[in-house]
């Protein structure tokens, strides 16, 4: 049974830090694709990182690219989200995802990368929300 469990959302202020961290098991981590998606109400869900386990390769999407970072350490399977210089349209639930092998993409078009069609597994979402 595959599982992720987030952890580490909060409240912040304006021009905070937060980490996530996405704890993944019931599958094999290596070689595979892990992400982190948003949701902020009444929007639809987006994706902000996405990281290749096999060689670390990732992706964000541009309003957070300078702030965010994805990392990963895959002796704990566990992927994280550096969050910093939060921004108030940074609140949202923060989701992890899981998806089979690499996805492919080119450098000029990442997006299928980011593409909540691409994964197959999710976590139940961890609550940021930031404050002005």
């Known amino acids: 049974q595959v599982q992720l469990v987030e952890s580490g959302g909060g409240s912040v202020q304006a021009g905070g830090s937060l980490r996530l961290s996405c704890a993944a098991s019931?599958?094999?981590?290596?070689?595979?694709?892990m992400a982190w998606f948003r949701q902020a109400p009444g929007k639809a869900r987006e994706g902000v990182a996405s990281?290749?386990?096999?060689?670390?390769?990732?992706v964000y999407v541009d309003s957070v690219k300078g702030r965010f970072t994805i990392s990963q350490d895959n002796a704990k399977n566990t992927v994280y989200l550096q969050m910093n210089s939060l921004k108030p349209e940074d609140t949202a639930m923060y989701y992890c995802?899981?998806?089979?092998?690499?996805?492919?993409?080119?450098?000029?078009?990442?997006?299928?990368?980011?593409?909540?069609?691409?994964?197959?597994?999710w976590g139940q979402g961890t609550q940021v929300t930031v404050s002005s």
């Open positions: 995802a899981a998806g089979h092998g690499a996805i492919l993409s080119s450098d000029f078009d990442p997006s299928p990368r980011l593409a909540e069609s691409n994964y197959n597994y």
């Open positions: 990281i290749y386990t096999g060689d670390g390769n990732t």
């Open positions: 019931g599958f094999t981590y290596s070689s595979n694709s």
